[in-house]
């Protein structure tokens, strides 16, 4: 079956502007995460989706950084005013559950490059 | 807060040569530890995992045990090929606020020559 699933590929902004990127995860899967890979940083947690429950947002940076998941399904992560330290590759990833034994299954990322 | 830190990179070994990547860990409770791996141009994988205090995991000739009493959970295999080359992360999920979220090592990169 299909995998996770990002878009874009790769983004190419200017500093201050916004950004949307945007994952679909493997369908049923009821867990959903955003992470970030950065040279300096590693790979951070960002943000947690679980069904209905409210997300765990306890990665997030700044107020800059904010995440949707529409009908338990597709999940939009926006960036408002981007700055360079921004730039990074953008990971999403699915489980059936958010159990802590479930496996996380990543998608190939969004590139994005802040100029 | 939970932690993972691992064996700074990078690794070169030779094909057939024995590999052990240190990964050690602090967290609440009893953690599932992980390790996943990323090849030259793809996204992460899981590699192996392990649920709870004595467990190896094991996959592609690799294997990992979960050992409480050290918090350690050091990937080793016994003859590395060309394909093993890839970067490695160690990672835990804990129990309690931290529910779900996977914490990761810095990653170590592999790179085996023939």
């Known amino acids: 079956g299909a995998g996770v699933s990002q878009s874009p590929s790769n983004k190419v902004t200017e500093k201050g502007k916004d950004v949307e990127l945007r994952c679909d995860p493997i369908s049923g899967h009821t867990a959903l995460y955003w992470y970030r890979q950065s040279l300096g940083q590693g790979l951070e947690f960002l943000i947690y989706?679980?069904?209905?429950?409210?997300?765990?947002k306890s990665g997030l940076p700044s107020d800059r950084f904010s995440a949707e998941r529409t009908g338990g399904s597709v999940s939009t992560l926006t960036i408002q005013r981007t700055q360079q330290e921004d730039s990074a590759v953008y990971l999403c990833?699915?489980?059936?559950?958010?159990?802590?034994?479930?496996?996380?299954?990543f998608g190939p990322g969004t590139r994005l490059t802040v100029l | 807060g939970n932690s993972v830190t691992q064996m700074e990179g990078p690794v070169t070994l030779s094909e057939e040569a024995f590999l052990t990547i240190n990964c050690t860990y602090t967290a609440t409770g009893y953690p599932s530890l992980f390790w996943y791996v990323q090849y030259p141009g793809e996204g992460l994988q899981l590699l192996l995992k392990?649920?709870?205090?004595?467990d190896k995991g094991s996959n592609k000739g690799f294997e990992a045990t979960y050992r409480k009493e050290t918090t350690s959970f050091h990937l080793e295999k016994g003859s590395v090929q060309v394909s093993d080359s890839a970067v490695y992360f160690c990672a835990l999920k804990a129990g309690g606020t931290s529910y779900g979220k996977l914490t990761f090592g810095q990653g170590t990169i592999l790179t085996v020559h023939p």
């Open positions: 990833a699915s489980s059936e559950e958010g159990l802590p034994w479930d496996e996380q299954f």
């Open positions: 989706f679980q069904g209905n429950s409210a997300p765990d």
């Open positions: 392990a649920t709870k205090a004595d």
